[in-house]
């Protein structure tokens, strides 16, 4: 059996999720932080640059290639039983091909939805022109149709993280953006920011961009409960978790060095047993 009927029907219900009320995405850097969050009851699995850039020993911001991406992508699709999207930062490279060349690779490896953010990464000129953003998701849409899986593409706009507008300019400029990418084809608005965003923002975000909203989740963000009544849709972890596991495991570390003792190692962990039981389905 190949893997296309499969990946067509972790399509579809990856994109019946983004119809529904709310669901939180599960960014993830390999198949044990996947596994993580399946077993808790998660549906659907996102990668997390950061995440892998971190694994492999850069920083994040397309310092890896995107073959990294297509391995995590590839063991996640192979090792559990979810739909994948793929974080391909923006598109490893400035041409439209880049995006589209990205895009299909991940394709191949069974993903069935993309992060394409606007951000070039220089400083001087922070993010894409919208017409040159709304070309790269228009081939990216033609590519998933001439493959025959719609692979759903989550437009990601870092307007709230770079512009320096106060918040009613960004406001402005995100929706102006955001409704640009669904005139292209874009099937989902991500608008991270860096919690400076206030429910109001969200309210407006919501009301005024005709696509599902994806948020990421911070400490300032509201309860999911709060976040379906306002009406976003989609709620990504990103790498957020990702420095919290590090930050557990620098406190091992510390502990270790200097009390000589191992305390925060061994309370509250995971059993041995635990932990082979969640890749027993592999065997």
Not at 201 to 209: C, H, Y
Not at 275 to 280: G, I, K, Q, S
Request: contains cysteine; proline residues 4%; negative net charge.
């Amino acid at each position: 059996m190949t893997k296309k009927p499969i990946q067509k029907k972790r399509a579809e219900v990856f994109r019946a999720l983004h119809q529904a009320p709310l669901f939180v995405l599960a960014n993830v850097w390999d198949v044990a932080s996947a596994r993580i969050f399946e077993t808790a009851g998660f549906k659907a699995l996102g990668t997390t640059s950061a995440g892998v850039a971190a694994t492999l020993g850069y920083p994040d911001g397309q310092h890896i290639k995107i073959e990294a991406t297509v391995d995590v992508v590839r063991r996640l699709v192979d090792r559990t039983g979810l739909p994948v999207s793929a974080d391909i930062e923006a598109g490893y490279g400035p041409r439209t091909e880049d995006a589209v060349e990205s895009a299909r690779v991940v394709l191949e490896a069974g993903a069935v939805g993309i992060n394409l953010e606007d951000s070039t990464g220089d400083p001087e000129n922070p993010l894409f022109d919208t017409t040159s953003q709304q070309e790269k998701i228009r081939a990216i849409k033609k590519l998933t149709t001439d493959q025959g899986v719609g692979l759903l593409v989550n437009a990601r706009t870092d307007v709230f993280m770079l512009s320096k507008q106060d918040i009613s300019g960004r406001l402005k400029a995100t929706i102006e953006r955001a409704n640009a990418y669904i005139e292209a084809g874009a099937d989902c608005i991500f608008v991270p920011d860096l919690e400076d965003m206030d429910t109001n923002s969200m309210k407006t975000l919501v009301a005024e961009i005709d696509a599902p909203l994806n948020l990421i989740a911070g400490s300032n963000t509201p309860p999911l409960d709060e976040l379906r009544e306002i009406g976003i849709t989609r709620v990504s972890l990103g790498p957020r978790h990702m420095r919290a596991t590090f930050a557990l495991l620098k406190k091992i570390a510390s502990e270790i060095m200097e009390k000589g003792t191992f305390s925060t190692m061994t309370t509250e962990t995971m059993s041995y047993s635990e932990v082979n039981r969640m890749f027993e389905a592999d065997d």
